[in-house]
């Protein structure tokens, strides 16, 4: 039976492929050199070299967490490429695209040109370090709408830039934070002005395709008064059989009555079925809930990567502001995931829901992290937390590490878990249906994860239902 | 009804199966035609359920020896999902629970799993719909039972109806109900029979795992069966099972092996 479950979940990985382009990349290796290269490369102006510099200094003087329940060998950070750029770059149409890049992104599936039109859906694609192309961005900015890669809001919009990053993950945050602040090439900048709901989703699509270079792309969005905007943020690398980091930092600002809502379906190369190679994908989120009656809300499907290490957080500072995380993080094989959320209350009558749902198959490692604290003034602070397990197969691991910190008496704050296992009586009840052992663990997967799919846009909801049927593949049986 | 010019559609001859290594059955011989209903009696661990299971092809159960012909076809060389749409279908004594899944989107899935088996078009999620409430009404069943998880938080007898409803639905040609009555109040009881008595047309058989005789107060079978230590110890009528009743299974066990009336 569980050579069946062995069998479904190992399937190869379909993005593994890497694009033959001419990359302009930096030597290996990190000292400030490298970041006055990377600074230089993008003609940045002085105050952001002085960012990175900084984050950089601070970066020398801090230690690798360890506290994870993760474990890998030590990262070399002198071998790594800090940026790698297609060339040639910086197109102003989708026609100046290299084709052979073009075609990437076709295998890929993601919708860019016509069927991004069809679909509704503003893309912005990262590959390797550099923004390659933004579609729809006309038609934005006719509402107002800033949708572009951060280099180029830098160049643009300095004082937009200036004015948030850092502003909710500091410099010093963290060690992997300090180092995207000090090395991060490019990410996604969106602004929706004051009252603006954005009319379509944007999206971001995240690709790291040289061997031996970091990814560590800096996304900002800022909702001002009124504004609402959903995002949604794509990810794949090819199979190379060394670890490839990856180091993202993304920062939200919501304004008084602003919502933002930030989905992402996260498949980085997991490494192979004995666990060589793979991303390490060390990543700080956080949105900071400034106005009142905010909400922002983050939405993951968390299924690649041989390390994830990733906590998407609210700061939920305005009063009646509301924080909100879903997630559904898969692992197989050698697979370690450590992710989960904080949720920050200040404000008054602050709400939080944290939704999680870990699945775990093969010899993998699945941890859910969540804190949430109540500070002093949160009078009147909610907060309700589920966190599920499942298991599949006798292998692999589930843990839930719940801090919860009250400081204030009014606060209300539930946490419920559970474990669940796919047993063999479930699939024999399946079979004696005439229901085979793949289908049904997608049924009882889907099940599972229902009240997190249900957050995604529906193309997304359609993509991570099929991810997770593929990464399952195999594994059941 | 026992026709003699009926198509056999199970043969069991010389089952022996086992379960952690324990020999449960011991050469048990059993030949079903269309048509009839049969019902496998006997005492606590005399083998009726595992004889139901190692049909079925729980992974829990192996056959070690003897032979299974289901119409005409080597139904051990078959996985279990096979064997279930080949026509075989095992109602649960004590059915699964399945968290998050709906039971209409499971009742869908293997209702269309066997339509498509037939060759016939599925159904869509509204034609399924119509025809699903047309059956539970007939179960007398609560429509709210679609909505909710495959059995979670059933009570004992509304998860063998829903067994039943599963059975109307699917029409199997050899329905096993291991043990359907056990538990039920005398109206699930009702209910069940209708259920069972609709299936028995002359093309479908119904083999009951029953341990009681209540069941048959309300279908009568054609053959009665009874088990003791892994193999059938007696075959008669209906009116064997009234004689079980009465005398209980001692008497049966302390004749001859095999002797069959």
């Known amino acids: 039976m569980s050579a069946v ?8 990985y379909p993005h593994g492929f890497v694009t033959e382009i001419e990359s302009d990349v930096a030597p290996k290796g990190l000292d400030e050199s490298t970041i006055r290269l990377i600074s230089a490369r993008k003609n940045e102006p002085e105050w952001l070299l002085e960012f990175r510099l900084k984050a950089f200094r601070g970066w020398l003087a801090m230690a690798e967490p360890v506290w994870a329940n993760v474990h890998y ?42 069927r991004a039109k069809l679909a509704g859906v503003a893309v912005d694609v990262i590959f390797d370090s550099v923004s390659v192309a933004t579609t729809y961005k006309q038609k934005l900015a006719e509402v107002g709408i800033i949708f572009c890669s951060i280099s180029e809001a830098v160049r643009e919009h300095p004082e937009l830039v200036r004015k948030y990053l850092g502003s909710v993950v500091p410099l010093g945050d963290n060690y992997y934070a300090a180092l995207n602040s000090a090395v991060f090439t490019d990410g996604s900048f969106c602004f929706i002005p004051k009252g603006v709901k954005c009319p379509m989703d944007l999206s971001t699509y995240f690709r790291i395709n040289t061997e031996a270079s970091g990814q560590f792309e800096r996304t900002l969005i800022i909702a001002e008064e009124g504004a609402s905007v959903s995002y949604l943020e794509g990810c794949t690398a090819p199979k190379f059989d060394t670890n490839q980091l990856h180091a993202a930092v993304v920062e939200l600002i919501a304004l008084d009555n602003a919502e ?15 666990g060589v190679g793979g991303i390490y994908n060390f990543v700080t989120k956080r949105g900071l809930c400034k106005g009142v009656n905010s909400r922002i809300s983050w939405t993951q499907v968390e299924t690649g990567s041989a390390i994830t290490w990733k906590y998407p957080s609210c700061v939920l500072r305005g009063d009646n502001s509301v924080g909100e995380f879903y997630s559904v993080a898969l692992t197989n094989n050698y697979q370690q995931a450590d992710t989960g959320t904080k949720m920050v209350h200040i404000g008054r009558n602050t709400r939080s829901t944290i939704i999680s749902k870990g699945i775990s198959a093969g010899h993998s490692n699945n941890s859910y992290r969540g804190l949430v604290r109540v500070t002093p003034p949160a009078e009147g602070a909610r907060n309700y937390s589920q966190c599920d397990s499942m298991l599949i197969g006798e292998q692999c691991g589930a843990n839930t590490f719940p801090y919860i910190q009250v400081r204030n008496h009014s606060a209300k704050v539930e946490h419920e878990a559970s474990t669940s296992k796919i047993g063999e009586d479930q699939l024999f009840y399946f079979a004696q249906r005439g229901i085979g052992a793949e289908e049904a663990v997608s049924m009882i997967i889907n099940g599972f994860c229902k009240q997190v799919f249900q957050q995604l846009p529906m193309e997304f909801a359609v993509e991570a239902t099929k991810l997770l049927g593929l990464k399952l593949e195999g594994s059941v049986g | 009804m026992i026709r003699p010019e009926a198509k056999t559609l199970l043969e069991v001859r010389a089952l022996r199966a086992s379960v952690s290594g324990i020999e449960i059955l011991k050469g048990l011989d059993l030949t079903v035609k269309a048509g009839e209903i049969h019902a496998i009696m006997g005492p606590n661990g005399s083998g009726k359920s595992t ?47 399945i968290p998050g899944v709906a039971n209409s989107q499971f009742l869908r899935l293997a209702y269309n799993t066997a339509r498509s088996e037939r060759g016939e078009d599925e159904l869509d999620p509204l034609e399924f719909d119509d025809l699903v409430r047309e059956k539970m009404k007939l179960l007398e069943m609560n429509p709210d039972f679609l909505d909710r998880s495959v059995n979670e938080g059933f009570s004992g007898g509304e998860k063998k109806r829903n067994e039943i409803l599963q059975m109307a639905l699917l029409e199997p040609r050899l329905a096993i109900l291991d043990e359907t009555d056990s538990g039920l109040d005398i109206d699930a009881l009702r209910v069940v029979a209708h259920g069972v008595n609709r299936l028995a047309t002359p093309d479908h058989a119904v083999v009951l795992v029953t341990h009681y005789q209540r069941l048959l107060n309300y279908i009568v079978p054609d053959y009665v069966h009874v088990m003791g230590a892994g193999r059938i110890l007696k075959t008669g009528g209906p009116e064997l099972a009234l004689e079980l009743e009465t005398r209980g299974y001692d008497w049966v066990s302390a004749e001859p092996a095999g002797a069959a009336a």
């Open chain 1, 73 to 114: 060998p030590k990262i070399d950070f002198q071998a790594i490429s800090y940026y790698a750029a297609p060339k040639p770059k910086k197109l102003a149409s989708m026609d100046e695209v290299d084709p052979e890049l073009l075609r990437t992104f076709e295998k890929l599936g993601v919708p860019m040109n016509e």
């Open chain 1, 5 to 12: 479950i062995q069998n479904l979940v190992n399937r190869p």
């Open chain 2, 51 to 97: 004889f139901a299971k190692a049909l079925a092809g729980h992974p829990a159960y192996s056959v070690t020896e003897g032979t299974v012909l289901f119409e005409g076809r080597n139904l051990l060389e078959l996985e279990p999902e096979a064997r279930a749409r080949a026509g075989v279908f095992l109602g649960f004594q004590y059915p699964i629970e």
């Open chain 1, 260 to 274: 933002i809502k930030y989905s992402t379906v996260q498949n980085w190369y997991a490494g192979d079925e004995k």
